[in-house]
């Protein structure tokens, strides 16, 4: 009896092989192609958090090569380190994926990289976890423009002290964290001795620098990161200042009304203090800087003469640029 002839030769394989082999590495060629053409930041870790691999993408956004990335762990990227990466983690343990997760991330050149993740764990066919995938978008141009406009929102234009609607905000802030804490709160209320009149006579222009001068005067003399300061129209400024009392408000003021006059000759102020003691509102805290303010600018002899002979001086002299805009 003839033996069967054989399916294949020795070493041949069935064409269906051939074409699925073949259409496998097209496959895997098309989706390297996808990726590499990604400017998305694509980052593959393992179970320990070690990085396997690293996308063209990732390494145009933070400036580091392949060879240099694959191995290490994946929070030495990020903007807050291991308290990002345990809070990434406790999120794909309890989800088993993110989408939209925005955070930042930070290149060895210290550039602030901000993005949007979507990430996912990554199982074998059998269901063993092996590792995570992140897909990262870079969204800092947009980060930085809603920055911009939440600062414009605050922001007197002039002076680039913080606005009106922005002190009410605060104030009643403030005021309500005082009481609750029972801790002190002052503010202190700045008005410019005959401004109306050096507007007047003078013009808008030099009415604006000294505005800018006056608000330049202001934020050198307080604790840029408790205290803040701002313009609440025309030439009336005020000063927030948590935890303080009203001896340590009256030195602020007193330090803001020599270094305007240090500026400008013309720059004379009036002041007034007001100051709540773990008790009280904001309504409160502002009638009384606003009454005190008043009675000191009853009390002084600023004639126009002066003002405007101050102002003029001041004009005629080389002066150096106005600081530009910044909220304080």
């Known amino acids: 009896m003839a033996e069967p002839t054989p399916l294949l030769r020795p070493g041949a394989l069935p064409r269906p092989v051939v074409r699925l082999s ?21 980052i593959a870790s393992d179970v320990e958090d070690r990085i396997v691999y690293f996308s063209p993408g990732a390494q145009a ?7 240099e990335a694959v191995g290490r762990p994946t929070h030495v990227y990020f903007a807050q380190g291991r308290d990002d990466a345990r809070r990434i983690a406790s999120l794909l ?19 602030i990289i901000h993005i949007s993740m979507s990430a996912s ?15 990262s978008k870079d969204i800092t141009r947009r980060v930085e423009l809603e920055a911009r406009l939440r600062a414009l929102a605050v922001t007197d234009d002039l002076t680039g002290l913080h606005n009106q609607r922005c ?20 503010l202190v209320l700045m008005d410019l001795d005959g401004f109306k009149e050096i507007n007047d006579r003078l013009g808008h222009a030099a009415g604006d620098d000294m505005l800018r001068l006056f608000a330049s005067a202001i934020a050198d003399n307080i604790r840029r990161e408790l205290d803040s300061a701002y313009r609440c129209g025309g030439d009336e400024f005020v000063i927030i200042l948590p935890g303080s009392g009203a001896r340590r408000a009256a030195e602020v003021a007193e ?14 102020c009036s002041w007034g203090v007001g100051t709540l003691d773990g008790a009280g509102g904001a309504a409160e805290l502002l009638r009384s800087a606003d009454r005190r303010m008043f009675a000191m600018k009853s009390r002084r002899k600023v004639t126009l003469r002066d003002s405007t002979s101050a102002a003029l001086r001041w004009l005629r002299q080389p002066r150096p640029s106005l600081p530009s805009a910044h909220a304080v």
């Open 93 to 111: 343990r309890r989800d088993g994926r993110l989408r939209d997760h925005e955070m930042a991330l930070r290149a060895p050149d210290g550039r």
């Open 22 to 42: 073949t259409d496998f590495l097209r496959a895997q060629e098309y989706l390297e192609a996808i990726i590499a053409s990604s400017s998305d930041a694509i």
């Open 255 to 268: 330090r803001v009304a020599a270094a305007a006059r240090g500026r400008c000759e013309a720059l004379r």
């Open 61 to 67: 956004m933070l400036g580091v090569g392949d060879a």
């Open 121 to 135: 764990l990554l199982r074998d066919r059998c269901g063993r976890l092996i590792g995570s995938l992140g897909i």
């Open 167 to 186: 002190f009410h905000d605060r104030l009643a802030r403030e005021a309500s964290r005082a009481r609750r804490l029972r801790q002190r709160l002052s």
